[in-house]
């Protein structure tokens, strides 16, 4: 009956509040998107046995339930509240992972087919199949993204159906936020039935498939949780009224979908890539007075962003790579669809030049990804060693431009 049940609020004929949410990681930005999710009644599991005790103690603060593995979330073995394990799988990663997550999510669900069918024919009862949808949330290109849409789908039931929907979606903004901590709800409103309220500020969560049916379906689901959502439909598609938003944007996927990535990555060649020239350039700290006389804008963009710098570019090392990977991409065929002979060979040349740009702005980040790892290893300060660290001469930089804004 619970299978029965949850098939049918993933399906939108059921209740809104509810659903099983499985959710991998639970860091700064995915912990508090799950507990926007509590707050509003659904059930949120992450596996937490190998996160750090800070990381627990955000996850069950959100009201993030802890399945211990990651086995016990997609297969959901046993009995209890996530018999049949979670509805909507949502990857929530450093770019690097979010290929290696896909392949033990589906490993894990092919397991669990193989066990019923063995079962079946044993006589004990067969689980009614579901549909169930995994949601990549990840900084990477449309390539990787079809990758992944490939893979997950590849899971079938015993009658030939799929297991698993894919929906490629990015999220762009910074973490959730809430002016007032105790309106979050978290582990209290969870247990209130969704008592908590929505977010001071959320990030734009964009989404985007092939499938429109199950598009329109997940939009409202996170919609009417309070997560942003805007539904990004390919051209041609009449928008439909909701609480979620459209945008109309050309398929970059090759099966169609993938503009959600495309766009973060459009974003993030922009912002990012603006972060990493000014992480590069901090040692000036003149720049700060030159910025301030001609670009005054971006003196209060880098001031504001590069103390997220040093935390982060574990990340960004890898984002730059999928950028690379998408403008190459981009560069080279649009070179071949629009030349011919010699001059279509120094097009595709020429792009992939270019697409090189983001594998040296990878290296930055790693670089200082690096560096950080190596200084907090060593504990390092200003009072010892009598140097800044990398994550104090960011933030010094910082703190001089602002000074200089405020002038």
Known sequence: M??????????????ERGIKFGLVSVGNMGAPLGGILTSFGHRVASPLSERSEASRRRALDFGIE??????????????GDWQGGADIFLSIL???????????VAK??????????????????????????FVDLNAISPQTSERIKQRIESVKAKGGEGVWKYVDGSIIGLPPRWDDEKAKGGAEGSERGGSGSPPTFCPTIYLSSPDQDVLERLGAILSKAHWKVRVIRAPGEDDQDGQHQHRRVSSSGPSGGGESKALKLCNSAFLKGLMGIGASSVLAVA?????????????????????????????FGGEMLEIEDFFSSMLTSSAAANGDGRKEGRRVERGKEISQLWRSMARVFDNIAEMVEEEERQHQDAEEGGRLTTRQVLESWSKAGREILEE
């Open 287 to 315: 720049l700060t007075e030159v910025l301030n006389s001609t670009y005054p804008g971006v003196l209060d963009f880098l001031s504001e962003q590069l103390p997220n710098v040093a935390p982060k570019s574990y990340r």
């Open 108 to 133: 894990l669900s092919e397991e669990k087919e193989e066990q019923e069918e063995e079962g079946a024919l044993q006589g004990e009862s067969k689980r009614r199949s579901r549909e169930r949808i």
């Open 66 to 79: 802890d399945c211990h593995d990651l086995e016990s979330l997609i297969r959901g073995d046993g009995e």
């Open 94 to 104: 450093p770019p690097s992972q979010a290929v290696d997550i896909c392949e033990r």
């Open 2 to 15: 619970e299978d029965a049940k949850n098939a049918d609020l993933v399906s939108g004929g059921g209740e």
